[in-house]
């Protein structure tokens, strides 16, 4: 990533709890010749090619003691992330989350397939340098012990890494704690620390998995805040995480994973679009028999004295059209007392695709054997 | 400065100002300078079957105490070498780290191996003074080259062995009993491995004082790191000492210990996942 100038739009921001800066002005680097945010969300950043793996499980035998059977893995995933998204990678457990970033970060080596960064393609990172050079990791809850210090703890990174430390404390909320033992240290601030670490000569793509994990919600917001301001600065985040709904609000586009494949892609609006999420009016009422005075299509119902239905629009529901709907039960001696159009969020799209409902993660529910496809907005 | 070489004495350093150094430090000075000091004094009485009447002939002996103690350093430094990083999820950002693996290896295996390398080394220099000091004479320069080549080369055996255990140990449980179970068998065990291999070629056991016996304890040593070490000192000892082995073979064993062990630890750790 270039470096020298700086931006100056940024001003200083304070990490509430610890009352410093959390960007300093001037600390982030700008490219020399910055592009136009809408030019750089349309040029694939990052394109994975039939990406395939499947981890090996030792299964020893009497007869054969090193004999390996094929376990989960990934199959034939395939996607791009234009420059400076923020992606989300959700999925239910065992999905293959963590193994996909682990092969991006050059941890693993995948058995087929293709990474590109930047137009310029690798094979396996594993074995490539110059292509873990542009990824930085930030691994799930990484369990920092010792009598070490973070700032000790970055400057050895910052050997393999061949590249300065600088201020990547500050910048993480950690400048006071820096010359602290990390044994020392809360979740939350070793969770500050595995960011600096993978912010540590600025990478081009930054990998997070369960980002949100041990930090409170003021350190949420700032490492949600954080994240924004580097995508916006044309870094590429992919970010894996239970926690839909600080998720939600973060990512521009998301990658659902379900059983080592690509369920469904895109940005949030246009899969719950495609899948018909916005569109259910729930209705609860006492007396009378509502069935018969609806004319949209009932999904649901349940009438037994006190009555519960859900109602689909395909042209999603208005005050208008709500109030009007209320006013026709009303009259008809149907008596609404609870009317909610239902929200969704992530975990819905989940449960949608997957047909993992709630706690259920048998291998009863669904295996999509295909991605859908879903129109851009 | 070399990026392995910055690392590995980075590593070295944090390693220097840890607990477990404050508990070897003096172990060690305890075993190296109490062995030279004692075994060199001319009024100190040694069991019979040990002679150390010249000054490598101490330094020979004192070898005994350095293979319990430094060994032990090793073991101790690095049997959670990678194991910890591991468990710890540490090891997944060094490895995502743009550094070839092969070079990140060899710094971890050398940040395991200076922190008790250069004490014994130190500590080794100064027994040497106070052999000196209670013998008044000094021990040759090739046997001084020797005694300390080949002290650094049995340490670096147990760290490559060290480390190539604990990039296999997936909890701390398999790291203590991979790295201690390592110690244990060179150091402790050997002798019982060798009298159940010599009774099952045919060799007389029962008494491990026979020529027989010896000269089949000597080949069996070739397959011990502590056993190789012996045999590279008794080179240079008088020919009471020595064991019939051909110095061929003493000398290929030690290369065989110094180039497999790492060619296996630096393999395992290219393959490794996090």
């Known amino acids: 990533m270039p470096t020298g100038n700086h931006f100056s739009l940024f001003h200083i921001r304070t990490w509430p709890d610890l009352n410093i800066s959390l960007i300093p002005p001037n600390s982030l680097p700008i490219p020399k010749n910055p592009q136009p945010f809408s030019d750089i969300m349309t040029e694939a950043h990052l394109r994975i090619e039939t990406l395939s793996f499947r981890h090996q499980i030792p299964a020893p035998t009497i007869r054969n003691p090193t004999k390996k059977r094929l376990g989960a893995g990934l199959h034939n995933i395939s996607f791009d992330l234009p420059k400076g998204s923020i992606t989300g990678l959700v999925g239910p457990n065992g999905a293959g989350k963590t193994t996909l970033l682990h092969i991006l970060s050059g941890l693993i080596s995948p058995d087929s397939g293709s990474i590109e960064i930047a137009n310029e393609k690798f094979r396996d990172l594993k074995k490539q340098d110059a292509g873990r050079n542009k990824i930085g990791l930030m691994p799930d809850t990484v369990r920092w012990q010792g009598n070490s210090t973070p700032k000790q703890v970055l400057h050895r990174l910052s050997l393999m890494n061949n590249s300065k430390v600088g201020d990547l404390l500050e910048l993480v909320g950690l400048s006071s704690r820096a010359d602290e033992a990390l044994d020392r240290l809360s979740t939350g601030m070793g969770q500050r620390l595995s960011l600096a670490t993978a912010l540590l000569g600025e990478p081009e793509i930054l990998l997070f998995d369960e980002p949100f994990t041990g930090l409170d919600p003021v350190a949420q917001k700032a490492l949600k805040q954080l994240t924004r301001e580097l995508a916006d600065r044309g870094t590429t985040i992919l970010i894996s995480s239970h926690l839909l709904n600080e998720l939600e609000s973060l990512v521009d586009r998301v990658i659902l994973l379900h059983h080592g494949q690509v369920v469904i892609e895109g940005e949030i609006r246009a899969i719950k679009r495609n899948l018909k999420l916005d569109k259910i009016l729930l209705l609860k009422g006492e007396k009378g028999n509502p069935l018969p005075l609806i004319t949209e299509k009932v999904i649901n119902s349940s009438i037994n004295g006190n009555w519960s239905i859900s109602v689909e629009n395909e042209d999603g529901w208005s005050r208008k059209r709500l109030t009007k709907l209320v006013q026709k039960l009303s009259e008809k001696g149907c008596t609404p007392y609870h009317v909610e159009v239902k929200t969704t969020d992530l975990s819905d799209i989940l449960e949608a695709t997957t047909g993992i409902d709630g706690m259920d993660l048998s291998e009863h529910a669904m295996v999509p054997l295909s991605k859908m496809e879903v129109e851009e907005e | ?274």
Not at chain 2, 43 to 50: E, F, G, K, Q, V
Not at chain 2, 219 to 232: F, R
């Open chain 2, 1 to 274: 400065m070399n990026p392995i070489l910055a690392l590995a004495f980075d590593d070295a350093w944090s390693k220097a100002r840890s607990t477990r150094m404050i508990i070897l430090l003096p172990l060690l000075a305890l075993f190296i300078l109490g062995a030279c000091w004692g075994l060199s004094d001319p009024d100190a009485t040694l069991p019979a079957s040990i002679s150390a009447n010249t000054p490598f002939e101490v330094l020979f002996v004192a070898s005994l105490f350095i293979l319990l103690s430094s060994t032990l350093g090793v073991v101790l430094f690095g049997f959670d070498g990678i194991s910890k990083d591991r468990i710890s999820g540490v090891l997944a950002i060094q490895l995502s780290q743009p550094m070839a693996r092969r070079n990140l290896a060899v710094s971890m295996l050398l940040g395991t191996l200076l922190p008790v390398l250069i004490p014994t080394l130190v500590l080794s220099l100064l027994g040497i003074i106070l052999i000196k000091v209670q013998m008044g004479e000094w021990p040759g320069f090739a046997d001084i080259a020797l005694f300390l080549g080949a002290t650094t080369l049995l340490l670096f055996w147990y760290a490559t062995i060290q480390m190539y255990a604990s990039s296999l140990a997936k909890d701390m449980g398999s790291s203590i009993s991979l790295g201690i179970g390592a110690w244990l068998l060179f150091t402790m065990v050997w002798l019982l491995v060798t009298v159940l291999l010599a009774s099952a070629f045919g060799v007389d056991a029962t008494d491990t004082s026979n020529a027989d016996f010896e000269e089949f304890s000597a080949k069996v040593d070739l397959l011990s790191p502590n056993g190789v070490y012996h045999l590279l000192l008794e080179m240079r000892v008088g020919d009471d000492i020595s064991r019939t082995i051909s110095p061929f073979w003493v000398v290929t064993s030690a290369v065989g210990w110094t180039v497999l062990p790492l060619w296996a630890y630096i393999r395992r750790f290219q393959k490794m996942g996090a």
